[in-house]
Nanobody
Framework: QVQLVESGGGLVQTGGSLRLSCAASGRIFGINAMGWYRQAPGKQRELVATITSGGITNYADSVKGRCTISGDNARAAVYLQMNSLKPEDTAVYYC?????????WGQGIQVTVSP
């Protein structure tokens, strides 16, 4: 069973930066898209950014201009560079790989932005 492993989270001050990484433990074929989602306490999981296998990106309005998603289809790896972080970015961040057979989710990684 392939697993997605996230890294790069942690505690940062307002205005700081973090780079999240997510890599699969094995090969994933037929990738359609990869992405990052987040869930803050008491809120539903929401999309942060996605990137298709062709490199088309999509961002939530709340992170446009502050975040950049990139991916490596061959390695089933996806990255999220987050700049100018705000306290409202505090959440558990999950990576996702959507492939022809379904999708995989990471276990989540905490990002905390202090005021």
């Amino acid at each position: 069973q392939v697993q997605l492993v996230e890294s790069g989270g942690g505690l940062v001050q307002t205005g700081g930066s973090l780079r999240l990484s997510c890599a699969a433990s094995g090969r994933i074929f037929g990738i359609n898209a990869m992405g990052w989602y987040r869930q803050a306490p008491g809120k539903q999981r929401e999309l942060v950014a996605t990137i298709t296998s062709g490199g088309i990106t999509n961002y939530a309005d709340s992170v446009k201009g502050r975040c950049t998603i990139s991916g490596d289809n061959a390695r089933a790896a996806v990255y999220l560079q987050m700049n100018s972080l705000k306290p409202e970015d505090t959440a558990v961040y999950y990576c996702n790989v959507d492939h022809f057979g379904g999708d995989y989710w990471g276990q989540g990684i905490q990002v905390t932005v202090s005021p």
